[in-house]
């Protein structure tokens, strides 16, 4: 139990560095854009991929387990935009780019740890942690939103792409599925939830990526353990995020 308070504790406190003193904006800017690309851009093939692809599995799920007459053929374009925007894109999502950008982040902060890049920061009086983390955060926060709203897009459309090609239900009826009962707030819901997702998946990997200690063996393990505690953290925070604001 003490363990965990520690890193509880510890972790407090590197955020506190990082936002008690950032240095200039403009020393940011080129870091801000270059972690944009990183994280957000180099992420929007296996985003694109997946939604699309889950997309298409959901509708045929969906139009082979309607058995009833009573369940009308809109069900599955309803049924397809609610796991997409509600789930599938806010969550998932975010846990295969805990995957994928968590463990980048942890790696090349835990690389400059071990090589002693950091330190060189802090004896030329540079706050390190606000110089290396708070860019990839705001970046994280900024780009996220949009590859959410491409992956609700990308795999409602993938829907109705299996719908038009397999015959399972009409576009028509697809098309009035996605409008049925359609609640905008939905879509605030899902940004709420990916805003913190993303700042959870940038600040945890930067943790342990920045308390990295001894060789590269060590970079690999804490590069592990962002993505563990990152996808537990999203889990937990998802459940505690869908009581406060949905129900």
């Given at each position: ?36 690309d990183k994280i957000g851009l ?55 780019l805990a995957g994928k950008v ?146």
């Amino acid at each position: 139990m003490g363990e965990i308070y520690y890193h509880i504790g510890r972790y407090s406190m590197l955020i506190f560095r990082v936002f008690s003193k950032p240095e200039k904006f403009s020393i940011y800017r080129k870091n801000f854009v270059q972690e944009i690309d990183k994280i957000g851009l180099s992420s929007i093939g296996i985003v694109s991929l997946m939604s699309t692809f889950i997309g298409v599995v959901i509708a045929l799920q969906t139009a082979s387990n309607i058995d009833s007459p009573l369940l009308p053929a809109y069900t599955v374009g309803f049924t397809v935009r609610q796991s997409i925007i509600l789930e599938f894109s806010p969550t998932i999502i975010a846990l295969i780019l805990a995957g994928k950008v968590g463990s980048n982040i942890a790696s090349e902060i835990g690389t400059m740890r071990v090589t002693e890049q950091i330190d060189a920061l802090d004896i030329m009086g540079v706050n390190s942690a606000a110089y290396l983390i708070l860019p990839k955060i705001l970046a994280a926060i900024f780009i996220f939103p949009f590859l959410i709203i491409i992956s609700m897009f990308l795999g409602i459309f993938g829907g109705m792409l299996i719908s038009w090609i397999t015959g399972i239900v009409t576009v028509n009826d697809y098309i009035y599925g996605i409008q049925y009962d359609f609640k905008p707030f939905s879509i605030v819901y899902a940004m709420i939830k990916t805003v913190v997702f993303a700042f959870v998946i940038t600040t945890i990997s930067s943790y342990f990526g920045y308390f990295s200690k001894g060789s590269a063996l060590e970079v690999g393990r804490s590069s592990t353990a962002a993505v563990v505690y990152s996808s537990v953290f999203i889990l937990l925070l998802n459940l505690i995020l869908t009581q406060l604001i949905l129900i």
